[in-house]
């Protein structure tokens, strides 16, 4: 059977895949067009299962937001050159989207939830990857919901941030959302500080000054000292507001009668060791591995 330019472009349309894949695929199955588009999936699920335990440590995060609720969603792929592609930044933002729309955070259960074209999440991302030759994964997601105001700050594509305020406004929980992205605080105030952190430091810090010689009771102050500085570095309230040092946040907060509820920051890749490999090797590795799939 003669495989026509516009049966390519329909194989092409429903899976993903490329011209090349889906003029084999026809010609496989002799143009049935749902064998074809089988054929492509299956072998789609069988590259991204090769490639899954090849570390996803760049991509994208996101957030969007419908009324009261916001979602941040980080997704991940293996280079900063897939993280900018458009296929993957629209894949992000469907997910996004079937975060919020489904209520799902966890990764197993956004899996299956529909992200359009009558696709799952987890079939779109299986189609990304034969697409884009990388690992992709939707690694985390957090829905927040207020009744106060509610404000969120991307900093390019990388790092992101939800603020809720109880007081205030949408422009000030922006400011301090923009805030958290830049600053990355541990909580909200000292009630938010784990006890062992707290216990960690309170010791180290008594060591230092003990080598000092100093007598006890100035020992205890220098360690006082060094403990509320320790406190105004890693709370929010306690931070230098970034667009104007010269008051803290929490002094931003009181004088607009507002307090901060809760956020939630996301950066990409946090957490995740990722190998350091030369690129050199690294494109020969990816030519190689075509080779094989091919």
Do not use: W
Not at 269 to 283: L, M
Request: proline letters at 2%; glycine letters at 10%; hydrophobic letters at 40%.
């Amino acid at each position: 059977m003669s495989i026509t330019a516009s049966m390519v472009k329909d194989l092409r349309e429903r899976t993903g895949a490329g011209m090349m894949e889906c003029k084999k695929a026809l010609v496989e199955s002799d143009g049935d067009l749902d064998a074809a588009a089988e054929a492509l999936r299956t072998s789609g699920q069988a590259k991204a299962d090769k490639k899954a335990s090849r570390v996803a440590a760049d991509g994208k995060v996101v957030i969007k937001r419908e009324g009261d609720k916001a979602v941040i969603v980080e997704v991940n792929s293996e280079t900063d050159f897939v993280a900018k592609d458009e296929n993957f930044a629209a894949f992000a933002d469907a997910v996004a989207v079937s975060a919020l729309g489904s209520g799902s955070t966890e990764a197993a259960d956004l899996s299956g939830q529909s992200i359009g074209d009558g696709k799952t999440v987890e079939e779109a991302r299986t189609e990304l990857v034969a697409k884009v030759g990388e690992n992709i994964s939707v690694r985390r997601a957090s829905i927040v919901d207020s009744a106060g105001s509610l404000g969120f700050y991307t900093h390019g594509a990388r790092i992101g941030a939800i603020v809720t305020l109880e007081g205030g406004d949408e422009d000030l929980a922006r400011d301090i959302a923009m805030h958290v992205a830049a600053t990355n605080p541990v909580c909200i105030d000292e009630s938010g500080v784990p006890a062992e952190t707290l216990e960690t430091e309170r010791r180290i810090f008594s060591e230092q000054a003990a080598e000092s010689g100093k007598p006890p009771e100035i020992v205890e102050k220098m360690v006082s000292g060094r403990i509320a500085k320790f406190l105004k570095e890693i709370t929010l309230v306690g931070q230098p507001f970034v667009k104007d040092p010269d008051q803290t946040v929490g002094k931003l907060l009181a004088a607009a009668g507002a307090s901060v509820k809760s956020f939630v920051r996301f950066e990409v890749g946090e957490g995740i060791e990722k190998k350091e490999e030369n690129f050199a090797d690294e494109v020969m590795k990816q030519i190689e591995d075509a080779k094989q799939e091919g």
